[in-house]
């Protein structure tokens, strides 16, 4: 395990880590709605291209998101303790359960999207999967983006 002394942490960085993970989140929510409307109109090729970027932004999320918790530790909420109880935690916990339950689909729809042609995809889960990764996904990050508002901005 890599002591966390060994990893940087520029304090500029690590500040604004979380508003650029919102924007990463909008711009992730805005990639995936653009692809499944693609993928409705026939737009096969740009389909592909939005949910690849889509996965990109994931995981670039993931990444600043993870240097930052390994660096800093889980931010804490600071708001009234009722709303952190009734509201913020179970408000997380369906969001961190969704984003955890969305993985398989997610990378199921991807391998077989970025290694079948189109006609093999059709013989595929692949339109079940995507259906159900592209919905767990636009919930997950959609609600991120509220657990940010409610940690940085709201309280």
């Known amino acids: 395990m890599l002591p966390v002394e060994a990893l940087p942490s520029p304090r500029g960085l690590l500040a604004a880590i979380p508003h650029v993970n919102a924007v990463v989140s909008l711009a992730a929510i805005g990639t995936i709605v653009a692809g499944v409307r693609a993928i409705r109109r026939g737009e096969v090729?740009?389909?592909?291209?939005?949910?690849m970027t889509s996965f990109g932004l994931f995981a670039l999320f993931l990444v600043l998101y993870l240097y930052?918790?390994?660096v800093l530790g889980p931010t804490?909420?600071?708001?009234?303790?009722?709303?952190?109880?009734y509201l913020y935690l179970p408000f997380l916990f369906v969001h961190?359960?969704?984003a955890i339950v969305c993985v398989p689909f997610v990378f199921y729809a991807l391998?077989?999207?970025?290694?079948?042609?189109?006609e093999e995809i059709?013989?595929?889960?692949?339109?079940?999967?995507?259906?159900?990764?592209?919905?767990?996904?636009?919930?997950?990050?959609?609600?991120?983006?509220?657990?940010?508002?409610m940690l940085y901005h709201v309280f």
């Not at 391998?111 to 189109?118: A, C, N, Q, R």
């Open 96 to 98: 961190i359960a969704l």
């Open 76 to 85: 804490e909420f600071t708001g009234p303790a009722a709303v952190r109880t």
């Open 111 to 118: 391998l077989i999207g970025g290694t079948h042609s189109v």
């Open 122 to 149: 059709h013989e595929t889960r692949h339109r079940t999967a995507g259906r159900v990764a592209a919905s767990l996904w636009l919930v997950s990050f959609t609600m991120g983006v509220a657990i940010y508002a």
């Open 45 to 51: 090729r740009r389909h592909r291209l939005l949910m």
């Open 68 to 70: 930052r918790v390994a």
